[in-house]
């Protein structure tokens, strides 16, 4: 069971591939002779669904083996570690000692640690690239940890200073890949936009997707988020003039009023990305712009609020990851005075994510009558008989023929818009696939 992130759930398909050759997988709720959780630690209610979830496997298995790792593990491994139920702890980045602990038998208490200080690691171990369970797209880790200090935030404690994977090493996992037959591959981090920074000699982030772009190795490469600061004008040009880097970008902005940028610890302004955005619309018309936001912040005043829900139906975005603040011990925030109740964060979260859809809509239906190259993830829906999939600009998109063309980019022409997804008829049939999984076209 994995809880939080991308990173995670990268993780979590790494240790799975490395076992599913020697151990079969049952789903999480079923009896097993090993349960392993990957934990966020994010907020404590991410703690407390860990601490669950150890409860819930023992009631399942009562003489299964119990692991939990991730961030929690990371951050709290000696709380961990005194939970009834709980075999071993392994910290971020101990995939061996993971895999040393799964072929012990189950020992009596107390449990086996397996941590390191994460604040003394330097460079990223490569343990090999993964799609994620649901995804036709495979998710590259290029970057790890993060040198900001945002009041909210646990995660540096968890993974350390920001370090990068070297770009020969990037150019490898993604030939690999591309040998395998995927056709997209999204790069991701924790702090994706501190690529480089630390690697000899320094390098950036828009650097390396050049070189990947001009490669010729995959035909579509996707970015996760990135922090305002760090989305440069070369980037911006880069996407504009590329065939293969697609047009969308998930910028965080977290606020949408300056006095909580500031509490937050943000390094920008309402006005900065305000214009990053503008400017990011002006170069790439038909980019997807999505954000993260947080709601019901210590001290978000309702007035401030309202400037915030302003602020952002003003803003040429397509989509909304909205949170409602939750307090994460251990950060500056949680000691912040004028915490929000429950109920009111709640409600703020419900109309922030209502304009969200709304934007999402709008922009979803300003591309019906329009020719867009789909990727083509999940099965045929069984009531409908409809495949998905998601367009180079991230619009999720219904295919209403048949044909089976997983992991296939299809033309589609769109003529509708309904329950979240538009939908449309492919116009031809994907090149045939080459003899190494790919396509002839590559």
């Not at 799964?102 to 690239?129: C, F, H, K, M, Y």
């Not at 912040?297 to 309702?302: I, K, L, S, V, Y």
């Not at 803003?315 to 603040?325: D, G, K, R, S």
Request: with cysteine; aromatic share 8%; charged share 25%.
């Amino acid at each position: 069971m994995t809880l939080g992130c991308k990173i995670n759930q990268y993780d979590s398909a790494v240790i799975q591939s490395r076992l599913e050759e020697a151990h079969s997988f049952v789903p999480f709720g079923e009896p097993a002779d090993c349960y392993i959780i990957n934990a966020c630690t994010v907020t404590d209610r991410a703690d407390w669904e860990a601490r669950q979830l150890v409860r819930r496997a023992k009631r399942l298995s009562p003489a299964a083996k119990v692991m939990v790792t991730g961030c929690y593990a990371q951050v709290n491994p000696d709380e961990v570690a005194r939970l009834p139920g709980v075999d071993y702890v392994v910290g971020l980045n101990r995939l061996d000692d993971l895999l040393g602990f799964i072929g012990r038998p189950a020992e009596n208490r107390p449990a086996r640690v397996a941590v390191s200080d994460v604040q003394r690691e330097r460079g990223v171990p490569v343990l090999g690239t993964r799609a994620l369970p649901g995804h036709t797209r495979a998710f590259l880790k290029i970057q790890e940890g993060c040198n900001y200090s945002c009041t909210y935030c646990i995660i540096p404690a968890a993974r350390g200073l920001s370090r990068s994977v070297a770009p020969y090493e990037v150019f490898e996992q993604v030939r690999q890949l591309a040998d395998a037959g995927y056709q997209e591959i999204v790069l991701t981090g924790i702090h994706l936009g501190g690529y480089g920074q630390d690697l000899t000699p320094k390098t950036d982030l828009t650097a390396l997707v050049e070189g990947l772009a001009a490669s010729g190795l995959i035909p579509r490469l996707r970015l996760s988020s990135l922090d305002p600061r760090e989305v440069p004008d070369r980037l911006l040009d880069l996407i504009a003039g590329s065939k293969v880097i697609c047009p969308h970008l998930h910028i965080c902005a977290q606020a949408g009023d300056d006095d909580i940028l500031r509490r937050m610890r943000r390094n920008y302004d309402t006005v900065y990305y305000r214009e990053l955005l503008f400017k990011a619309r002006e170069r790439l018309p038909a980019a997807a712009l999505g954000s993260d936001i947080i709601v019901g912040f210590p001290g978000e005043t309702d007035a401030a609020f309202e400037r915030s829900v302003e602020y952002f139906a003003a803003l040429p975005l397509t989509y909304f990851h909205v949170f409602p603040y939750s307090e994460r011990r251990g950060t500056l925030a949680a000691a912040l005075p004028d915490q929000m109740a429950g109920r009111v964060k709640k409600a703020r979260a419900r109309r922030m994510r209502e304009l969200g859809a709304r934007k999402k809509e709008a922009f979803c239906r300003s591309f019906v009558g329009a020719e867009l190259s789909v990727l083509v993830e999940a099965k045929a829906d069984p009531a409908s008989g409809c495949r998905r999939g998601f367009s180079e600009n991230y619009l999720p998109v219904a295919l209403r023929r048949g044909e089976n063309w997983h992991n296939r980019v299809v033309k589609v022409r769109l003529d509708g818009f309904a329950g979240g997804w538009l939908s449309g008829r492919a116009l031809d049939r994907p090149p045939p696939r080459s003899a190494n999984g790919g396509t002839a076209s590559r």
